[in-house]
């Protein structure tokens, strides 16, 4: 039970790592001044996420890891976020569809877990919840606009969506660890949210007059570790300085 | 907002609680000088223990928030300056914070210094709705979003169509 505790830990605080790392590498990058701040802010959100889930993380285990030893001394194959959030910042159009998909996922998800019977998950359920809504605005705007855009807007964006979608399928996954604690009422039943998801996606694309994939195959790997070949990539310039100088500090 | 308990039985243990709460109290947003920690819903609550040692039980208002560090070494040193040796500064998440936690006496301090405050009352807004946000210098409805995200976590950037000044908006979380 602590063990599943601790992996269930682990999966969403390597999810908000990975994932602000990744929008971290917009900054100075983005189309316009405004939306490099506002890329950049959401990582800072999602670093605030991670560093209370690691921390959290590191007290179950009880073997005195801690926040930066648990994201920054593990390797590719020890990490299990969503394969979703290491694709690459590609184009904004990709970095904006990853955003929304798994805004409008993980917003239903901390709704989910603020009725946990673990109350520290529920209380970081609580804040990232009011986080994950506007992340998800943001990102719902720019689907809009960009599909809703000039022609090369809407079909770089149909790119992205018809890429990522394949990547979809993994936040629904209930394997053991999830399962065994849903049934104590810790964890979220993610499948069950699905539907609720399809309904945002639906709503939004259709805003834009763009088209849901009807793609059924999906891609899947991330919570037991096995990445795509890109999370490696994502791993080294965020653990360069822990690793060249073990335990170095500001 | 801030709650205040004291667990000393000594005669003036009432006065000490309100002078380190006072303390506590005092200290700053050091990205929105204009209003404390207490105004800004920050402040959760404030004991004194018979030893003397203080315990500021504090919440973040984003999860993300850099100022969050400045506020422990502010009330730290607030504290000390108060008298107060021994001071330990808790961060609790639950209740989440709230932008509604935030009195009207902050919201006028806000506007006054350039800051729009939250409107409405967290929750309330669906996925495209937009607030109709007061331009803070000459009061025009006619504003218009630049961004969700401005200077801080907390704000998001917004221009004035009819004075041209482009302003901060406090967010509603």
């Known amino acids: 039970m602590a063990n599943d505790l601790f992996t269930y830990t682990m999966r969403l605080a390597d999810d908000a790592a990975i994932l602000s790392q990744r929008l971290a590498g917009w900054c100075g990058h983005a189309s316009h001044l405004e939306e490099d701040i506002a890329l950049t802010n959401i990582a800072l959100d999602q670093i605030g996420c991670a560093r209370l889930l690691y921390a959290y993380a590191g007290e179950i285990e009880g073997k005195g890891r801690d926040e930066d030893a648990l994201c920054f001394n593990r390797n590719e194959r020890e990490f299990t976020n969503l394969l979703l959030l290491e694709q690459p910042n590609d184009d904004f159009a990709y970095a904006i569809v990853r955003q929304f998909f798994y805004s409008a996922y993980v917003l239903l998800f901390w709704q989910a877990l603020k009725s946990s019977k673990d109350e520290r998950l529920a209380g970081i359920a609580a804040k990232a919840e009011k986080e994950a809504a506007y992340h998800l605005r943001h990102s719902a705007e720019w689907v809009v606009r960009l599909g809703d855009g000039t022609e090369e807007s809407r079909s770089r964006i149909e790119e992205a969506i018809e890429f990522l979608w394949m990547y979809t399928g993994e936040m629904f996954e209930m394997d053991e660890v999830a399962t065994a604690l849903a049934e104590q009422g810790i964890a979220v039943d993610a499948a069950a949210i699905k539907p609720a998801w399809n309904k945002s996606i639906n709503e939004v694309f259709a805003r834009a007059d763009l088209s849901v994939p009807t793609g059924t195959w999906m891609q899947t790997g991330g919570r037991n570790g096995e990445h795509s070949e890109h999370l490696g990539h994502v791993l080294a310039p965020m653990q360069y300085l822990q690793r060249a100088y073990p335990g170095l500090v500001w | ?173």
Request: hydrophobic fraction near 40%; charged fraction near 25%.
């Open chain 2, 1 to 173: 907002m801030a709650r205040a308990s004291a667990h000393l039985a000594t005669p003036n243990a009432s006065d000490l609680l309100e002078k380190a709460r006072a303390a506590a109290a005092s200290v700053v947003d050091p990205e929105i000088p204009v209003i404390t920690i207490e105004e800004l819903g920050v402040l959760r609550d404030v004991a004194v223990e018979a030893d003397g040692s203080v315990t500021v039980t504090i919440t973040p208002t984003y999860t993300g928030c850099p100022a969050m560090t400045v506020f422990v070494m502010d009330i730290e040193v607030a504290l000390d300056e108060a008298g107060f040796e021994q001071v330990r500064v808790e961060t609790v998440l639950s209740p989440a914070w709230t932008s509604d936690w935030m009195s009207e006496a902050a919201r006028e301090k806000l506007r006054a210094y350039g800051i729009a405050p939250p409107v409405g009352s967290a929750g309330s807004t669906g996925l495209f709705d937009k607030p109709d946000v007061a331009c803070p210098r000459c009061g025009s409805l006619k504003t218009e979003r630049i961004s969700e995200f401005g200077s801080t976590a907390c704000k998001a950037l917004y221009k004035c169509g009819s004075c041209h000044e482009p302003f901060d908006y406090f967010k509603c979380i």
